[in-house]
T-cell receptor, first 112, second 115 residues
Framework: GQQVMQIPQYQHVQEGEDFTTYCNSS?????IQWYKQRPGGHPVFLIQ?????EVKKQKRLTFQFGEAKKNSSLHITATQTTDVGTYFC????????????FGKGTHLIIQP | SAVISQKPSRDICQRGTSLTIQCQVD?????MFWYRQQPGQSLTLIAT?????????ESGFVIDKFPISRPNLTFSTLTVSNMSPEDSSIYLC????????????FGAGSRLTVL
């Protein structure tokens, strides 16, 4: 079945440094979604990428979808303490019940 | 997006007992799902709650252990039966709003600890 690999599992950064998490799928995706889960919270949808090579920005966050629609990245510029949490990618292939395969997530820890 | 109320938010349970988690949505939704998230881990789909019919379970999850009800388009329950410490986890209700939607909205989750 479809697998979605996400790295790194943990990332420690100093406040103000940049952060990137990477997501790779074993199969071509219809789209990819990113979710953020704050400590003690629940996953919250951030964005969906649909087109090959698509790049979207939300303030300091930049999301990319690969040309082959099998990989994606999330880059945060100049991290702030509010960025702390776990970032999950979820690949949508259209199959299965919910159609989504979640990566294991990247835990972002920020040191002030 | 839909607003989801999930309860209980947390509970401590004794081994061998059962607990029912409720999920109420503020509007009619096409699809409702139940996920499990073990501490520090990713999200695992347990089942799709089907309105008016039996839930559809993912591999590794069975109805006897996780009975699910969905009497209408805004409400569902998940029961964790005959609990053991391995069932300690966060259980999350999630929904997709429309027939063409594929983005999930999650409830706040129910954190269960089984002693």
């Amino acid at each position: 079945g479809q697998q979605v690999m996400q790295i790194p599992q943990y990332q420690h950064v100093q406040e103000g440094e940049d952060f990137t998490t990477y997501c790779n799928s074993s199969t071509t995706l219809s789209n990819i979604q990113w979710y953020k889960q704050r400590p003690g919270g629940h996953p919250v949808f951030l964005i969906q990428l649909v087109k090959s090579g698509e790049v979207k920005k939300q303030k300091r966050l930049t999301f990319q979808f690969g040309e082959a629609k099998k990989n994606s990245s999330l880059h945060i510029t100049a991290t702030q303490t509010t960025d702390v949490g776990t970032y999950f990618c979820a690949g949508f292939s259209g199959g299965g019940a919910d159609g989504l395969t979640f990566g294991k997530g990247t835990h972002l820890i920020i040191q002030p | 997006s839909a607003v989801i109320s999930q309860k209980p938010s947390r509970d401590i349970c004794q081994r061998g007992t059962s607990l029912t988690i409720q999920c109420q949505v503020d509007s009619q939704v096409t699809m409702m799902f139940w996920y499990r998230q073990q501490p520090g881990q990713s999200l695992t789909l347990i089942a799709t709650a089907n309105q008016g019919s039996e839930a559809t379970y993912e591999s590794g999850f069975v109805i006897d252990k996780f009975p699910i009800s969905r009497p209408n388009l805004t409400f569902s329950t998940l029961t964790v039966s005959n609990m053991s410490p391995e069932d300690s986890s966060i259980y999350l209700c999630s929904v997709k709003k429309g027939s063409g939607a594929n983005v999930l909205t999650f409830g706040a989750g129910s954190r269960l600890t089984v002693l």
